[in-house]
């Protein structure tokens, strides 16, 4: 069974093979959503306070965020940081300020930083049984992310089936 992004739910054959799991999702996508833990990519043009919310409140257990080194190397007063004025922008200063906590992880660049979240996510879903969500602000990583997880997964279950197969022969 498959529950549609409308709600509804339908029956997909296990012999269907044009189905692929979804891991990363937009922030307008995953608004609304609730997940045990969440992993956030913060910054960028189109950051600010809504989105910043929503990316910091769709996790029940855990969020994680993470963040280019720069940007986080520049919070010495979070009133001039720029990734907190990125996050502040459009509402209430005070509200971002209460959202920022220090990201899980840090790189000195884009390709780097999502390195990282994905090591981080693959160490995550591969010591839990709960389902996780990668949160960014648009398709070409939410894309890019999910065909890295796919890989990732793939590789993760191929191992388990050799480990199991090599443990039934033993």
């Not at 992993?39 to 769709?58: C, D, E, K, M």
């Not at 459009?90 to 390195?115: I, K, Y």
């Not at 090591?119 to 010591?127: E, I, V």
Request: charged share 25%; glycine share 4%.
């Amino acid at each position: 069974r498959v529950k549609l992004d409308n709600g509804r739910t339908v029956h997909v054959p296990v012999s269907y093979r044009h189905i692929r799991l979804g891991y990363a999702s937009t922030v307008h996508k995953a608004q609304g959503g609730t997940f045990p833990e969440v992993f956030v990519l913060l910054g960028g043009a189109a950051q600010n306070l809504p989105i910043s919310y929503v990316q910091g409140t769709r996790s029940r257990l855990a969020t994680h965020f993470y963040t280019e080194r720069a940007l986080y190397d520049q919070i010495q007063d979070l009133e001039e940081s720029p990734l907190v004025s990125q996050m502040e922008r459009e509402v209430d200063l005070s509200l971002a300020a209460d959202l920022f906590v220090p990201p899980s992880g840090m790189a000195d660049n884009r390709e780097d930083l999502l390195n990282l979240l994905l090591t981080d996510w693959q160490r995550h879903t591969a010591k839990a049984e709960r389902p996780s969500l990668i949160v960014t602000k648009d398709d070409h990583d939410a894309k890019r992310l999910n065909a890295e997880c796919h890989k990732r997964r793939y590789a993760m279950a191929q191992s388990d089936w050799e480990t199991q197969r090599h443990e039934q022969r033993h």
